[in-house]
Structure formats: C-alpha cells, structure tokens
C-alpha cells in the first residue's frame, strides 16, 4: 500500500479482555516499530522488529504484550488482560533498510479499556 | 536510562512569530537527533541531525544540534496557522549498523492564532 496501514482505527474493550491491533507497513521496508502513546505524551517504544525477529522489545511494559511478525510484513501487537491503564494510542511505524532517521508512521489504533 | 526533554511544552504565538523549541537529550550510544510533526495521529518526520554546528533547513523551519550540550533546537519563522501541530524531538541510538531506536520526547505543542 501506498502508507502504513493500522486497524482497527479504534477498539473499546472491557478490563481483562483480549485484544489485537494489525499494522500492515509499507512494501519493502524491512523494519517495523510499534509505539505507545498516551494524552499529552510523546510515542513510547515498544517493540522493534527486523525481518521476523524481535530485534528489540525492551519496550514492552510487561508479559501481557505480545508482538508478532510471522513473514515479515505485517505484524499484530497482542495485550492479553486489558487494563484500563492499556488505553493509549498505539502507533506501527516502518523504515527502509538504511539508515535514514525517518520513520513513516501509521494514524494509530485507539485503544479504550473500560 | 534514556532521555529526551522538550520545552516549553506548550506555546501559543501570534501569526508571523519566530519561536524556538528547545530539546535535550541523554541517550546511550546517541548517534541522531530526530524532529517530527504530529498534526492529528500520524508523526511526519522533518529533519535528523547527526553532525554538531550543522544547521538544517527547510522552508521557514530550521534546526541545529550542539553535541556537547546534548541539545537542540528547532525554529520556526513567519510562522502560520499551519504550523501549529505538536513537535517532538527524539534521539536515536543504534540497534543495528542500519537502524536506531528512536526515543521520543513529550512535545512541544505550538498554536498558531491568527
């Protein structure tokens, strides 16, 4: 596609429910980001992927996230016992395979746990 | 633990003002400074600087990296009511020869009134 695509755009759950946010990036590039951003915050790391492998998930806040990147495109972020502190914008970003500094973001999936 | 400090964190200016933003930063391995729109959900990149004195511009927006005061600035001048976005400043330490982690700031959100 012609940018990072993110869905659901919004997801309202109730606490300790399970939930999947998709980011299908941009054709050809190699390495995917997922962010976290909450109101009046900037983006928060959490994972980075190169390929199919977790290259760096010291962003992950604890063992209900998950993320996954099976044939190195599209990737699923997974938050297994929502919580109500979960809700945040959660933002996928790619980049080509040279370092550019440019990240090309997606518009985010909101998530809401009630 | 990384780092990246912004301020103000929010200004209002008159339409034709020059402003400045302020960034500093303690990252481990630092190897760029990165500044990035967020008009609605999506960051748009702008500039990355690696070089200290180097002065980068683009339109009526500038930016210049001083290594030694782990810091930076970005400028807007004539500014218009579309500038007004958040503006977020992020350093980027290695996580391969070709890609970094990038570790955002909490912005700076800038109004522009008419």
């Known amino acids: 596609g012609a940018g990072v695509s993110q869905t659901p755009s919004n997801k309202v759950t109730e606490k300790g429910k399970y939930v999947e946010l998709r980011c299908d990036p941009i054709s050809g590039h190699t390495a995917l980001y997922w962010y976290r951003q909450s109101l009046g915050q900037g983006p928060e790391f959490l994972i980075y992927?190169?390929?199919?492998?977790?290259?760096?998930d010291s962003g992950l806040p604890n063992d209900r996230f998950f993320a996954v990147r099976p044939e190195g495109s599209v990737s699923t972020l997974k938050i297994q016992r929502t919580e109500r502190g979960d809700s945040a914008v959660y933002l996928c970003?790619?980049?080509?395979?040279?370092?550019?500094?440019?990240?090309?973001f997606g518009e985010g999936s909101r998530l809401t746990v009630l | 633990e990384d780092k990246v400090v912004q301020s103000p964190l929010s200004l209002v200016v008159h339409e034709g003002d020059t402003v400045t933003l302020n960034c500093s930063y303690e990252v481990t391995n630092f190897r760029s400074l990165l500044w990035y729109k967020q008009e609605k959900k999506a960051p748009t990149f702008l500039f990355m600087l690696?070089?200290?004195?180097i002065e980068k511009k683009s339109g009526r927006l500038s930016s210049i990296l001083d290594k030694k005061e782990l810091s930076s600035i970005l400028n807007i001048t004539a500014t218009q009511t579309g500038d007004s976005a958040i503006y977020l400043c992020?350093?980027?330490?290695?996580?391969?020869?070709?890609?970094?982690?990038?570790?955002f700031g909490p912005g700076t959100s800038l109004s522009v009134i008419p």
């Open positions: 992020a350093g980027g330490t290695p996580i391969s020869a070709s890609y970094d982690k990038v570790i």
């Open positions: 970003a790619s980049s080509l395979g040279q370092y550019t500094g440019e990240l090309f």
């Open positions: 690696t070089s200290s004195g």
């Open positions: 992927f190169q390929g199919t492998g977790a290259a760096d």
